[in-house]
């Protein structure tokens, strides 16, 4: 099996609830790692970059965990591709515009990536449904363990792990979730909430991470420091923060049905047949109206619909992933008639199962 054929496939922490999956789509944890004695990606030549990956590369070779993964140069792989990746969060757009030898190492159910000469030499990365840090930490920590047993990592006894970026020093860990918070964006408590967040040394992102805003009440939740931190003072902080959060959502849905129920209730169903019966479709509208949906189920509105078919359709429907469907690049108004079909014909499938 090739890139090509793994990305035909839906990952496995779309398609399966997990933990609190009303609220919180999915969990990641991503460490940063750097090779001693070879320069970061930000000052390296070409020949450290080729140097840097093919230690890497050999590396991941020797390891239990990695070495039965596809394995590929991002310089091989097609634009259509390298957007599908980063829609569907195994890399990031900085992976695609950094110039030098760069890897990526993906696993068959998506739910684990490695990226080589990032920001970082290594990025590795694991992806759950729901709520499951602390599972996934497990996973990580093993193939992080793997890897730091053939390959000599940049570690300083007083700082940690070195890496390109401060924040990232220490543990070099990243653990998030994705959250989906229309309750509290409809009763104008999202703020609040986000405030008490950020002042509790977590940061709140958009849909696609650093530098995003926030698209159809869907909220990134993270760390923000890791030096000075174990990873299991992190995790437990995010824990606790997150099932705060948690509360304060289902708290909100429930002043929302008590104070505006037919106001809600009209919301949903608007979104529901706007999604079932529209013939052309933005990216940007679907998000927003697949949120009012998710809303609508998790209120137990929507019966006919399965929460993890609006998950899937929120990747399936992202411009890049409609051109690797169709197998050519189009427009924005092709892309959009094309996303109206393909909503309402998962829309039918779903009803009829």
Known sequence: MDLHEVLHNTADWLTKDGPSSDIVLSSRIRVARNLERMSFTSVASEKSFKDTAKLIREGIEKTKSLSSMILVSVSKISEVDQNVLVERHLISRDLIEIKGERLIVVNPSQTISLMVNEEDHIRLQGIKEGFQLKELWKVVDEIDTELERVLE????VKY????????????GMRASVMMHLPALVL????NKVIEA???LGLTVRGLHGEGTEATGDFFQISNQ???GHSEADILDNIERIVKQVIEHEQSARKILMQETKVQIEDRIWRAYGLLKHSRIMTSEEA?????????????GHIHDIDRKVLSVLMILTKPGHI????????????RDVKRASLIRNLFDQAQLN
């Open 153 to 156: 990592f940049a570690f300083s």
């Open 160 to 171: 940690g792990y070195l890496t390109a970026c401060p924040t990232n020093t220490g543990t």
């Open 187 to 190: 009763t104008k408590q999202i």
């Open 197 to 199: 967040v950020v002042k």
């Open 225 to 227: 420091i890791t030096l």
């Open 287 to 299: 998000i927003n109206l697949m949120s009012a949906v998710r809303l609508g189920i998790g209120l």
């Open 323 to 334: 051109q690797f469907q169709e197998g050519r690049e189009m427009n924005s108004y092709e």
